[in-house]
């Protein structure tokens, strides 16, 4: 048989105790404690008189542990088993549940496995309470998130690492959740479900969250121009990131918001430090001068061999205004790559400076610093010498006003005699008028 019997539940709570603790099946240390002799008296977590009793059959391949009604009294509907979405739940599902509740109750909350109302796999009374739900197939992620945040409750998904299925990415893309792994002291990936009790025991293993995590860059991080401020390729303690996020420290963000292409997970801390630098950046865009949009009309140059009259084509003033434009424009730009190289060069130096304050190496601000030096310099060189070709270029004269149309010329009642006209055109003339 595979699944439990019909009524069965997967929590009690002792008869008549009000100060029970809730008893949970895939607990062993639960287990132990109910299964012990003499048996103690159990009923249903809601109180409603029904008593529970403990068994453990082998034969339930995946729910070997349950609570059976005590007959004669019929069975309720508090606290029945979840449905099972995505096909029934495993030792790693159970072993995922009690670490996470674990973790919870060492922080401080109150941590329900499996919790009825809200089906989630573990309920943490925090303010606002969160579901977190571990996920290792796919499902409808948007449906049993909207289903749990009807009962006013935040959801995080812990999704499995090499789970890669199309609803899966859309809910990281949208921070609804984290890809998890277990490791153990060496940082090898675990299996602890399957090991042996020793390792769980020995207390090396940790759950490590990462895909959605973004972080604020680190001291020695060099910055450039172009690259997101966030970084998006760290690992974070499961304990850590759920003290952030059951403190209402650590939120989910839109990725545009932040420079990123999706949403993520980020400290309060960590987007208000952005917010300020992306102000002092826009600050210092907006101080400098805007350059002067100059709309010149480039001259064609004169074709190899083109002549008129045997001639080439002289200049014109509109060739000059053209050229001088052009400088100006050059000029205009060369200045601004200076100063967004000297706003570099000073970033770099407090980067630096920083470094050697808390004695990390400085070698790779030190080689920029030496390539951006260099290309200022010939930067300057070619600035100068552009202005003083500028300052020394004769100024085109004024475009004169258009002259006034005169009207229609008048012709000449007598034909002006032909002149320069070639020597056989002549001796015809002259043979036509001889007749």
Not at 154 to 183: G, H
Not at 275 to 299: D, G, H, I, L, N
Not at 317 to 342: M, S
Not at 408 to 415: A, D, G
Request: with cysteine; hydrophobic share 35%; net charge positive.
């Amino acid at each position: 048989m595979v699944h439990p019997e019909p009524g069965s539940k997967r929590h009690a709570v002792r008869k008549g105790d009000p100060e029970s603790p809730l008893y949970w099946v895939g607990n062993d240390e639960d287990w132990r404690e109910v299964r012990r002799r003499p048996r103690v008296a159990l009923e249903c977590p809601e109180r409603c008189g029904v008593e529970l009793v403990s068994v453990e059959n082998p034969a339930y391949l995946y729910a070997p542990r349950f609570f059976r009604v005590k007959p004669p009294r019929p069975a309720c509907d508090h606290w029945e088993p979840p449905p099972g979405h995505g096909g029934p739940e495993g030792p790693q599902h159970d072993w995922l549940k009690n670490k996470l509740a674990e973790i919870a109750r060492s922080l401080g909350y109150t941590a329900v496995v499996e919790h009825w109302r809200t089906r989630a796999d573990v309920y943490v009374e925090s303010s606002p309470p969160f579901c977190l739900e571990i996920q290792l197939r796919s499902t409808s992620f948007d449906t049993r998130t909207r289903a749990r945040e009807n009962h006013g409750a935040k959801v995080c998904w812990l999704i499995r690492d090499s789970l890669n299925t199309p609803s899966a990415n859309e809910a990281l893309t949208r921070a609804q959740a984290v890809r998890f792994q277990v490791i153990d002291g060496s940082r090898r990936v675990a299996q602890p479900w399957c090991d042996s009790a020793s390792s769980v025991v020995s207390g090396t293993l940790r759950v490590m969250v990462f895909g959605t995590i973004a972080a604020a860059p680190r001291p020695q991080d060099l910055l450039r121009r172009g690259e997101a401020w966030f970084r998006m390729d760290g690992y974070l303690d499961a304990q850590q990131f759920l003290d952030e996020i059951l403190s209402g420290r650590r939120r989910p963000y839109s990725g545009p918001g932040l420079g990123l292409r999706r949403a993520v997970w980020a400290l309060d801390t960590d987007v208000a430090d952005y917010r300020a630098f992306t102000k002092k950046m826009a600050e210092r865009q907006a101080s400098r001068p805007a350059p002067q949009q100059v709309q010149a009309r480039a001259t064609q140059s004169t074709r190899s061999g083109e002549r008129t009259g045997d001639r080439p084509t002289a200049r014109t003033p509109t060739d000059d205004r053209a050229r001088a434009a052009i400088r100006e424009q050059a000029a205009t730009d060369l200045t601004q790559r200076i100063h967004q190289i000297e706003d570099r060069i000073s970033e770099l130096t407090e980067h630096k400076a920083k470094l050697a304050a808390t004695g990390h190496p400085t070698d790779g601000p030190d080689r920029e610093l030496g390539k951006l030096t260099a290309q200022l310099a010939i930067l300057r060189r070619q600035n100068a010498i552009l202005t003083e070709r500028t300052a020394a270029a004769p100024r085109p004269p004024p475009s004169s006003p258009p002259k006034a149309d005169p009207g229609p010329m008048s012709v000449p009642t007598e034909r002006s005699p032909p002149a320069n006209r070639p020597w056989w055109l002549r001796l015809l003339r002259r043979r036509n008028m001889s007749g």
